[in-house]
């Protein structure tokens, strides 16, 4: 009998064996917290930039621009009062991307408002430079006189850029299209109505100098246009070069114009005459 049970006892051991080894390879796993802290960190985070006020950003501004009149936060708040070099440049509000933040960039809404222009576009502004997309709006062209438009020139324009890309200095990516209507000035026709015209971007418009090159055209009016606008980025000038002819309704004062442009530039077998002119930014 003893010879009999002993071999019953050895041939229990692996079982026993087996059965640990199971329980060690069902163990649940060992928990990681870094999400967990992440997102507590981001919360933290979101109620510090909630806290502070709109009128923290002036830290962030180049030297040229300035900005007063704060109200609401820094996440989401308006300068009631913007300048560039000193100049009036309007109202802004602005929306943040909280996400941006942990890529080292800003991104937000803004809403832009110059008496009774206004635009609204997406911006993101990291240590590239910035980028804008849906840039859409516009308004009286006049009331953009303080940021360059000579005095004296009325219309309406519309503006719908897909994107906009550069820093300080000069741009980097143009794209979309930028529309006047009811342009008018008192030097030329006398202030008769001369149309509408469209300033077209494509997407290679900026070449990696930073000059741009777009062509512009018009969309109705006494007026047939044809040109190519080419602006330097380092010299700020831009250079309009073309060709345009008066239609059968043109007012006479503006045939008594393209007359007198006709002794420096004679026209050609379409009856157009040749333009090229510039102006400084």
């Not at 006020?53 to 900005?67: C, D, E, K, N």
């Not at 997406?122 to 009331?143: H, L, M, S, W």
């Not at 980025?233 to 345009?244: C, D």
């Amino acid at each position: 009998m003893p010879a009999s049970r002993s071999p019953n006892r050895s041939a229990s051991v692996p079982g026993r064996g087996a059965n640990s080894s199971s329980r060690a390879d069902l163990s649940p796993p060992r928990r990681s917290y870094w999400p967990i802290i992440l997102i507590g960190l981001a919360a933290v985070l979101a109620v510090i930039i909630a806290a502070l006020p709109a009128s923290i950003v002036t830290h962030f501004l180049p030297p040229m621009v300035g900005a007063e009149d704060f109200s609401g936060s820094i996440w989401h708040g308006s300068a009631g009062k913007i300048t560039v070099d000193a100049r009036p440049a309007g109202a802004l509000e602005w929306r943040l991307h909280p996400a941006s933040l942990l890529g080292m960039a800003v991104a937000a809404d803004l809403h832009w408002v110059k008496v009774g222009f206004v635009i609204d576009a997406v911006v993101k502004v990291d240590r590239q430079g910035f980028t804008a997309r849906d840039i859409k709006g516009g308004g009286p062209i006049e009331d953009l006189q303080d940021l360059g438009i000579a005095p004296g020139w009325h219309g309406s324009a519309t503006i719908n850029l897909g994107e906009l890309q550069g820093d300080l200095s000069k741009p980097r990516v143009a794209a979309g299209d930028i529309q006047v209507s009811n342009l008018a000035s008192p030097q030329v026709a006398e202030g008769a109505d001369l149309g509408g015209y469209a300033l077209r971007l494509p997407h290679d418009a900026v070449g990696a100098d930073g000059n741009l090159v777009a062509q512009l055209s018009d969309t109705g009016g006494p007026l047939e246009v044809q040109a190519t606008v080419h602006y330097a980025a380092a010299e700020r000038i831009a250079t309009v070069s073309g060709s345009l002819r008066e239609r059968p309704d043109a007012p006479a004062a503006l045939r008594r114009q393209i007359d007198n442009l006709t002794q420096l530039h004679p026209r050609d077998s379409q009856g157009r005459v040749a333009v090229d002119f510039e102006f400084r930014f």
